[in-house]
């Protein structure tokens, strides 16, 4: 039966002048992803990114420890949504660094406090109560979309590694769990960096085998954001 591996990008660099550039922390956890996954019994994966650099990297290091080809295919359908976007329509402050700054350091706990300012504007964009240039159905159709062509595409014992981000597999969750859009936060809140998620897939069709295993790591490898 194929199996479809998704896997959360390394963690980023937050507060940093670009972002989706993997952190040093994040780069070590791709590497220890790609020795984790050498007993996982992949044979030749196939191998897909989404487009941003952040999936990119995490595979480079990943297939590197693996042994494999620094080669993928890249769909945009497992792009994260733009979320400075969604914090610039909810919350304008947030799109200038210094005055971001600022407020953090007025916050006693500011990483929870962004993380809630951040929820906020992941609801008004799933009630669509503000302008958005993609909307919350149209990410979710673009991911499932991508989702199920890779899976039509996969013959019986294939398998496929796909470096994408905690939104667009939490949609994948989402859908195959049969659950309610505040399942999009519930999910995409506790997804650790480069945790895997297993699907299987039977003429087409998605089940949910397991959900966001990281055992390959501890400690300050264990990372959220």
């Known amino acids: 039966m194929p199996v479809i591996y998704l ?5 980023a660099s937050f507060g940093a002048e670009n972002y989706d550039a993997l952190s040093e922390t994040g780069w070590e956890q791709s590497r220890v992803l790609g020795r984790h996954l050498l007993g996982q019994d992949l044979g030749v994966p196939r191998v897909v990114c989404g487009a941003m650099r952040r999936h990119r990297e995490t595979a480079e290091a990943a297939l590197k420890e693996l042994g494999l080809p620094d080669e993928w295919s890249t769909d945009s359908g497992f792009d994260e949504y733009d979320h400075k976007s969604l914090l610039r329509v909810h919350w304008p402050e947030s799109g200038d660094r210094a005055a971001l700054a600022s407020w953090m350091e007025q916050q006693e706990h500011p990483r929870r406090a962004f993380q809630a300012r951040f929820e906020e504007a992941l609801r008004r964009w799933q009630r669509n109560e503000d302008p958005y240039n993609e909307t919350w159905p149209a ?6 979309a991508a989702l199920y062509s890779l899976a039509n595409g996969l013959g019986r014992g294939d398998s496929a590694l796909v470096f994408s981000s905690g939104g667009a597999i939490s949609v994948a969750i989402q859908h195959l769990l049969e659950l309610d859009e505040e399942a999009l936060i519930t999910f995409n809140r506790g997804l650790v960096n480069t945790s895997v998620t297993r699907l299987l897939v039977n003429a087409g069709n998605l089940r949910l085998a397991t959900l966001n295993e990281h055992l390959h790591l501890s400690g300050e490898l264990l990372t959220y954001r």
Request: no cysteine; charged share 35%; proline share 0%.
């Open 139 to 144: 990410f979710r159709e673009r991911v499932l």
């Open 7 to 11: 896997v959360r990008h390394g963690q």
